[in-house]
């Protein structure tokens, strides 16, 4: 059994239509046939603005800018909200990379503890604008929790319905939550698990530190080495059964993000979701960090 094949068998309860779209998500791009991913996520002028998203790299306001980066580079797919894709829907390179609807935000402009995400477009959107799929984002932790689940849980139902792949954003976030503890290996892992078992095709984490959350009621030695926090997270979520990616995260060294993505992959990683490290620098040191990804996830 080849890597594809294997992915698709942790999935063979699925009907046709979404056992398709991971078929084409893993062969597509440079890690095609790979069994990794590399997503390019932008979203972050809704999460975070405009300005503090796309400041450091004036192409970047444009639209255009990030879906030919994307199309030309090599990623697995592309994900955004409705009206940014709306907007690429006449690029020359439309249908040439995976679409995924990012299909709930939430912004910066509020200082509430307790964050949710709201919906912002429909199924019928992604099925018309040709997506693979809709991300979905939730924040475990967060007081609005049942109410994002509650306002989630038919759309998670019926994109599968439709043979639409549903893939999780799950970040920890909320008032018993301060920053660091929201990357704490033991929360990760919950996150992680939290979104298989909401039905997620892909679950989107971010890389876990060493911190222990609960270490009064969890009895767990402190790992030192990513790639083993890596391998926990996995295994939290139906025991690697699951497709897993991380995020890249605030813009950083390339050394430090590449260092950081080969203990992912060698942790077991399906892959990477990076948006800021890709666009908030130029088009070529961009092009040059994404040919260093995919090496690490070829070799
Ligand atoms: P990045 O690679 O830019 O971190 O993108 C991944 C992502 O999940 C985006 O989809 C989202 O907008 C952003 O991170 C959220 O960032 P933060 O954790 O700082 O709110």
Known sequence: MNKIEEILSHYSAENPGIRAKIWQILNHGALSGTGHLLIYPIDQGFEHGPDCSFQM??????????????????????????????????????????????INSANSLFNGKNPRQVVTSTLQ??????????????????SYFDEMISEIKDLIFEAKNAGLLVMIWSYPRGEKLKSEDETALDVVAYAAHIAALLGAHII????????????????????????????????????????????????????????????????????????RNVFQRNAEDAKFLIESIVDVYKK
Not at 221 to 248: P, T
């Open 204 to 275: 989107k984490i971010k890389p876990p530190s060493e911190k222990i959350f609960d270490n009064k009621n969890i009895e767990m030695k402190k790992i030192e080495d990513l790639q083993e926090r890596i391998k926990h997270v996995i295994k939290s979520a139906f025991a690697g059964r699951r497709m897993m990616v991380f995020s890249g995260g605030k813009s950083k060294f390339k050394d430090d993000l590449i260092k950081e993505i080969q203990a992912i992959k060698d942790g077991g990683g399906t892959g990477s979701i990076v948006g």
């Open 125 to 142: 959107k992604a099925l018309q604008l040709g997506c693979i799929g809709i991300g979905i984002t939730i924040y475990p932790g967060s």
């Open 57 to 102: 790299n004036e192409p970047a306001y444009d639209p255009h800018y990030h879906f030919d980066l994307a199309a030309s580079s090599g990623f697995s797919a592309f994900s955004a909200p409705v009206g940014f894709l709306e907007s690429i829907a006449n690029s020359q390179n439309f249908g040439k990379i995976p679409l995924i609807l990012k």
